[in-house]
């Protein structure tokens, strides 16, 4: 048999179309697909497009070489179909379909799964208990060291041909690999409400499922899955990026480890307050941030000299949902409490040399800054300062402390939390 190396995949395809037709591979089947690979010469390069081909819907066979190729072509889809057991209705449609294209008659046909069966029985092949890991003879009903039905050892060890990801909830998705987390990935994936397992491409996949709220039971497979290359996120059904779902992982897990867990994202660990109550909102309540300038300077009354200064609010939800976005799951992030701060933030303040809020010192001129003359008496003596400023700057931790107070009432955060972070101090 001289095939070329395109001919050697649809031959493959031929047969591992009749392996997928009951929806499962059993060990038996993927080990006589090896044994057939190697009688063709067949690389493993090969096998695997054929594996890939093999996985579209409503494969249909196709004939392969000179006649005596597609005979031989037919033996071994045969050869397959009973190697372990009888042939189910599935696989006697398909050969029959590929009989008809090769054009041999039902007496034919016969006389080949009658040489096919003899050859069958006169195969030696052993499978690996699953319940005592003896190698037992294919050929056997029970195991003879535990006694479990071969049927069902067949049964536990044969692999789907493919699954449905589900359409709501957090899905994840990975290949079998020879990472050094992956045996604890799988531990992992079957302790899921729902896991799954198929062959796609000759690689054996595994799919883990949760509800969204209950994804931070997920994060052990996560943490599992690191440095493991073929690995996907769905939520929703949808397939996402990696990051964009578990961007929020390190520092969940920074969390958990925490002196004070509660207190964590708040960032008071840090001595960073955080009103937002995450810190990858990277918008700190520090004199230093450049989200307290979102906003634009207006005198307050027509023939008033003093100046205000208004939030634009809705340039802070943009960037505090561009900052979160990747965070949007984390199961810590409390977005009632987000609203409640982003409400209870002044929408406008006057800033004062010695008031709540003060004028943000500039280097430079900037659009839209205003210039400022302060007047600063120390003792008997008195000087100018003069800068520009586009924005503002909170007088101290004290001040966002009272914003915070107001959002907690307004939403559902944890006593222990609200008491927590009401009781920090510069």
């Known amino acids: 048999m001289i095939l070329s190396n395109k001919q050697k995949v649809d031959y493959l395809t031929n047969i591992i179309g009749l392996v997928r037709a009951d929806g499962k591979i059993t060990p038996q089947e993927s080990e006589a697909i090896g044994f057939i690979q190697k009688v063709i010469g067949a690389r493993k390069t090969e096998l695997n497009k054929a594996y890939k081909n093999a996985e579209i819907d409503g494969i249909v066979p196709q004939l392969v070489g000179f006649w005596s190729d597609q005979i031989k072509n037919l033996e071994h889809i045969i050869y397959v179909s009973l190697i372990d057991g009888e042939i189910d209705s599935t696989e006697k449609h398909y050969i029959l379909q590929f009989a008809k294209q090769v054009k041999i008659n039902q007496e034919q046909l016969n006389y080949i799964i009658g040489d096919v069966k003899r050859l069958v029985s006169n195969t030696t092949q052993e499978i690996v208990c699953s319940n005592c890991d003896l190698k037992i003879n294919s050929s056997a009903k029970f195991c003879p060291e535990c006694g479990q039905s071969i049927e069902e050892i067949v049964l536990n060890q044969s692999v789907a041909v493919s699954y449905e990801v589900p359409s709501t909830g957090i899905a994840i998705e990975f290949a079998k690999s020879t990472a050094v987390g992956f045996s604890m990935a799988v531990k992992s994936m079957k302790i899921a409400p729902i896991s799954k397992e198929c062959i796609k491409g000759k690689k054996q996949w595994y799919l883990a499922w949760w509800p969204k709220e209950e994804i931070a039971k997920a994060l052990e497979l996560v943490e599992n899955l690191n440095g493991i290359r073929n690995r996907k996120v769905y939520v929703d059904g949808e397939e996402l990026q990696w990051n964009d779902v578990f961007d929020f992982y390190w520092c969940a897990n920074s969390r958990k480890s925490a002196y004070r867990p509660t207190e964590y994202c708040f960032g008071m660990d840090e001595k960073r307050l955080n009103i937002w109550g995450c810190k990858k909102a990277r918008m700190d309540w520090s004199n230093r941030e450049n989200w307290f300038g979102y906003g634009s300077f207006k005198k307050s009354g027509m023939h008033s000299k003093s100046i205000i200064f208004e939030f634009d609010k809705q340039r802070i939800r943009h960037n505090l949902e561009t900052n979160l976005y990747g965070c949007h799951l984390c199961p810590h992030l409390q977005f009632d409490l987000i609203e409640a701060v982003l409400d209870s933030l002044p929408n406008e303040v006057t800033p004062t040399g010695k008031g709540p809020w003060q004028y943000k010192r500039d280097y430079s001129e900037s659009?839209?800054?205003?210039?400022?003359?302060?007047?600063?008496?120390?003792?008997?003596?008195?000087?100018?300062?003069?800068?520009?400023?586009?924005?503002?700057?909170?007088?101290?931790v004290y001040v966002g402390l009272e914003i915070l107070k107001k959002a907690f009432s307004r939403c559902n955060t944890p006593k222990e939390i609200k008491n927590a972070v009401l009781e920090y101090k510069e």
Do not use: I, L, Q, W
């Open 367 to 396: 659009p839209g800054a205003v210039f400022v003359t302060e007047t600063v008496r120390d003792g008997g003596h008195s000087y100018t300062n003069e800068y520009y400023s586009s924005g503002v700057r909170p007088s101290s």
